[in-house]
């Protein structure tokens, strides 16, 4: 336990925005961008996320970027799906991502899941730049493959450069609507103060030089204290996904973003009932993309280092939570570690009274997101739970005094057949909706009804 190993490890991206606003596209862009530049061993697409070191993105980015003025080893981007809530991304004290990208679609501008990101991303404190995407649909648009924003703004005719600029402008304008001081990413000094705009096209690539150029200098200038970790300790993780795994039974998707987590480790997880003590059976990493028609579609790692994605197969996993905390034991005292998770879960815990709502919930994160905003509207919550809407849950709403309290929330889960016709029948209102907002302006919108 005395010897550690400081070193600094890759700061976590996360890729956010709404359905279709290009996230996917914009990393499958990236992966491209490494193949052509004969990088393609380079990239490794692990468990949710996209790592890509440093001489990748030096290479992609041209004379935007000189490696020699970093020490970071690189990003590792995190996709996620706009229709899943992405508050998954949760750590100790925060948000799982250092850094954030939020995608935006010039064409279609701001939009629910935009906004929904937005929020989460000043509610965590985390630093972000906006990616305006598709810039190539902007008509009469003249490509530039894979070329930085300026010399493919210079290629524009001035129709095509008037029409892109009022669509950027329209973005700064609804970043400055929603509290945030933005720019043209080129015309920002600070970026602690302001949002850079930088405009890009997944399909194309134009601009991916710069947004990759942004991202490794934001890190380097502003996070590089926050990276130096002991590479070698005990990991410490973070659920984002609880699923089954075709010959591994229940296995859990995480992200590592301290530590070390090894094939015989023993460790801790976050479950519905409280921490979870169990032993890896195995490592899994999905296999190169020309690999994958080979028989199986995972390989087996002895070991994970920070940060980095990787699939755990372990015994007693079915009721870990997703956006639970994941701590390796190893030479530590079992009890403390258990103790660690036991608070981290009771810290997210909500606050819940004799008296209000019941709220589920796909995974802590989003579970915490809506428990903050209903606090701020004063509506208390009686119930606060990870996991499909059953028929407990509607027995429970139902013993509320106030009318206006016999409702169950439903951020992204199940409803449970059985519980949708008790609620029916026993007169309890179920609001369902994946945007966190939209969820509780409907029921803001059926307390107004009640009360007029
Ligand atoms: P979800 O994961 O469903 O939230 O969507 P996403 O944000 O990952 O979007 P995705 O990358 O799947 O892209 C959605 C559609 O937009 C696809 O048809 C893409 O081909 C298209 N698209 C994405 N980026 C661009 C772009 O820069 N230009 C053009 N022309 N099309 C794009
Ligand atoms: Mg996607």
């Given amino acids: 336990t005395t010897e550690t190993d400081h070193t ?40 949710g996320a996209t790592a890509v070191p440093l001489s990748v993105i030096s290479e992609i980015a041209g004379e935007l970027v000189d490696p020699t003025d970093f020490d970071l080893p690189g990003l590792l981007f ?18 799982l991502a250092d850094i954030a990208i939020l995608v935006v679609d010039v064409n279609d501008g701001f939009q629910p899941q935009t906004l929904e990101a937005i929020d989460i991303l000043k509610r965590t404190q985390t630093p972000f730049i ?39 402008y329209e973005i700064i304008g609804e970043l400055s609507d929603n509290g945030f001081s933005a720019d043209m990413y080129w015309r920002v000094q600070d970026f602690q103060a302001n949002i850079g705009v930088v405009p890009v096209s997944a399909e194309t690539g134009e601009g991916v030089p710069d947004l990759l150029t942004v991202m490794m200098g934001l890190s380097q200038r502003y996070m590089k204290e926050e990276m130096e970790i002991d590479a070698s300790g005990p990991g410490v993780g973070t659920v984002l996904e609880v699923k089954d795994t075709r010959g591994f039974g229940t296995t859990l998707d995480a992200i590592v973003y301290d530590g070390t987590i090894r094939a015989d480790d023993t460790i801790v997880v976050g479950g519905l009932q409280g921490p ?5 059976r195995a490592l899994l990493r999905p296999r190169p993309l020309e690999e994958i028609r080979t028989e199986q579609e995972f390989e087996q790692v002895d070991e994970v280092a920070a940060a980095d994605g990787v699939k755990i197969a372990a015994p007693d996993l079915d009721d870990a939570m997703a956006g639970a905390p994941i701590r390796v034991i190893r030479d530590r005292d079992r009890d403390e570690v258990v103790a660690e998770v036991q608070e981290e879960l009771a810290e997210i815990a909500v606050t819940t009274e004799d008296e209000g709502v019941v ?64 609620a029916e029948q026993e007169d309890v209102k179920l609001f369902e909706d994946d945007v966190i907002y939209q969820l509780i302006e409907r029921y803001d ?7 007029e």
Avoid at 80 to 95: E, K, V
Avoid at 136 to 156: F, I, L, R, S, Y
Avoid at 276 to 280: A, G, S
Wanted: net charge negative.
């Fill in 8 to 47: 600094l490890r890759t700061p976590i991206v996360a890729v956010l925005g709404h359905v279709d606003h290009g996230k996917t596209s914009l990393l499958d862009r990236i992966r491209g961008s490494a193949v052509t530049a004969g990088e393609s061993g380079a990239i490794t697409q692990h468990i």
């Fill in 276 to 280: 979870i003590v169990t032993d890896v």
């Fill in 445 to 451: 919108d059926h307390v107004t009804g009640i009360e």
């Fill in 78 to 95: 995190i996709d996620t799906p706009g229709h899943h809530s992405f508050s998954t991304l949760r750590s100790r004290g925060g948000a």
């Fill in 359 to 422: 709220v589920k919930a796909d995974t802590l994160g989003s579970l915490e997101a809506i428990s903050s905003t209903l606090e701020e509207e004063e509506i208390p919550i009686m119930r606060a739970e990870v996991g499909a809407v059953a028929p407990r849950d509607v027995r429970v709403a139902e013993t509320a005094n106030e009318p206006t309290h016999e409702a169950i929330l439903a951020f992204s889960v199940e409803v449970l057949d059985d519980a949708r016709d008790l």
């Fill in 130 to 168: 906006v990616a305006a995407n598709k810039i190539d649909t902007v008509p009469g648009w003249n490509p530039n493959e894979n070329q930085p924003v300026q010399a493919t703004m210079d290629a524009q005719s001035d129709r095509v450069t008037s029409d892109l600029n009022e669509k950027l």
